[in-house]
């Protein structure tokens, strides 16, 4: 298991789905996330369609909607900073 330099585990997101107004994110590591989607304005006011349209990219260290030009940050989600994220996900900038 990876660690951040906080002590909390790193973990990139792997599936995602939205279900009514839930968003679920699992993670490498095994832990699932579920998300209300009115916490995310963008998402919020989305078609059921447009949502469903969401991916993990980046190597699992962003949530985009490519229509939407929008997304959720994984290192956000778990509380690492982007910077460990990208380096543990081989994300090259």
């Known amino acids: 298991m990876s660690t951040s330099a906080t002590g909390?585990?790193?973990a990139v997101a792997i599936r995602l789905e939205i279900r009514d107004d839930v968003i679920q994110v699992w993670l490498s590591d095994g832990r699932e996330l579920r998300l209300p989607v009115a916490e995310f304005d963008f998402l919020r006011d989305a078609t059921p369609a447009q949502?469903?349209?969401g991916i993990d990219d980046d190597n699992g260290?962003?949530?985009?909607?490519?229509?939407?030009?929008?997304g959720i940050s994984v290192a956000g989600l778990i509380g690492v900073s982007e910077t460990e994220l990208e380096?543990?996900?081989g994300v090259y900038r």
């Open 8 to 10: 909390k585990r790193l």
């Open 51 to 53: 949502r469903a349209r």
């Open 61 to 70: 260290t962003v949530l985009w909607w490519e229509e939407l030009q929008d």
């Open 87 to 89: 380096d543990f996900a």
